[in-house]
DNA sequence: GCCGTACTTAGCCAGTAAGTTAATTAACCG
DNA sequence: CGGTTAATTAACTTACTGGCTAAGTACGGC
């Protein structure tokens, strides 16, 4: 798995990770406080925080004995462009929809008139 | 790792994975078709179809002894979804390196008079 | 009906991942 | 210095992943 994109998605590939980012969207906080909300040991955020910061999701700095994180949206938008690559295959569809609609409007013109 | 989303990150967390992924892109193709690029077992490739497949990257029908893959577009599109909640974070920055850009063009337009 | 082609299943192994508890490091505070 | 808080590291367990080979299933053609 020593690809960037791969350990991209497999920090994303977890529920408490991606619920981490979420937290960190809204602005830095520290490892208890994104510990706080799980079930679980704060070892076990520890490890998630380290996967998320070497696959380049978050950062972490230094401020006394806390290390407050930061979300790294630079990573999120790799993301972003490989799904880029697909987006036509979904949005042609929706392209499609959207003619159809369109088509529907003009047909109630028509019927107006 | 129960949820839709994990298993689908799970899934493109994988080079190869996203290799056939992108072959899809470009139409149908059987098993040995998707398996010929790799240096790999073709039971190796099966297994990673049935994870794609578990995931709903891919759909398989059948004919005769052929089993062809077709991606399944709506999946990626989830994945998009939830990058969506994310846009923001990297496209404000883009907006103001574009506001940036605009004030050096103002700039020159200044400078020129 | 039997052979070849296409693919999957079974069983194995090595490496990795996610969690635990206990111990350790690091920094501040009195 | 000694204690408290913040967080990491160590050591270990358990479960899953990704690869292999070998065997099995499914289908079409002679």
Not at 58 to 65: E, K, P, V, Y
């Amino acid at each position: 798995m020593t690809d960037t994109l791969s350990e991209t998605f497999a920090a994303l590939a977890d529920p408490t990770r991606r619920a981490i980012l979420a937290r960190l969207a809204k602005g830095e906080a520290t490892v208890n406080e994104l510990a706080e909300p799980f079930d679980m040991s704060l070892p076990a955020v520890s490890k998630h925080l380290k996967v998320l910061e070497n696959a380049k999701l978050i950062s972490r700095s230094r401020t006394a004995q806390w290390r407050p994180c930061r979300l790294e949206a630079d990573t999120l938008k790799t993301v972003d462009g490989w799904l880029g690559g697909y987006r036509s295959l979904w949005e042609h569809r929706l392209d499609r929809l959207e003619d159809y609609l369109a088509t529907l409007k003009t047909e109630e013109k028509e019927e107006q008139r």
